[in-house]
Nanobody
Framework: QVQLVESGGGLVQAGGSLRLSCAASGRTFSAYAMAWFRQAPGKEREFVASVSWSADITRYADSVKGRFTISRDNAKNTVYLQMNSLKVEDTAVYYC???????????????????WGQGTQVTVSS
């Protein structure tokens, strides 16, 4: 079992930056592909970014490409999402997810992930 705890959300003005963190429990964190998803009010949960277990492969949604960067530190059991040039439409609850099945899959589909955090709110004001 893996527990994921997100942090780093908050209120920021458009054009600003935030860095989200997701701390994982368990000794097998380095064997999991990790991802960030987000869900805005009244909308479906959507993929943001994913990273392989070794961090050599990453994947981004088109809407965040060039602005967001996913990274991980396996020694600290933590995955990060650096968000720059934030837009009002980035406002959402951001969730961290872990895929225990395939460390290199970096899927954009939520059903591929076995463990989820509770989410952290990101609000971008105009």
């Amino acid at each position: 079992q893996v527990q994921l705890v997100e942090s780093g959300g908050g209120l920021v003005q458009a054009g600003g930056s935030l860095r989200l963190s997701c701390a994982a429990s368990g000794r097998t964190f380095s064997a999991y592909a990790m991802a960030w998803f987000r869900q805005a009010p009244g909308k479906e949960r959507e993929f943001v970014a994913s990273v392989s277990w070794s961090a050599d492969i990453t994947r981004y949604a088109d809407s965040v490409k060039g602005r967001f960067t996913i990274s991980r530190d396996n020694a600290k059991n933590t995955v990060y999402l650096q968000m720059n040039s934030l837009k009002v439409e980035d406002t959402a609850v951001y969730y961290c997810a872990a895929d225990r099945t395939s460390p290199q899959r970096i899927s954009a589909m939520s059903y591929a992930y076995n463990y989820w955090g509770q989410g952290t709110q990101v609000t971008v004001s105009s």
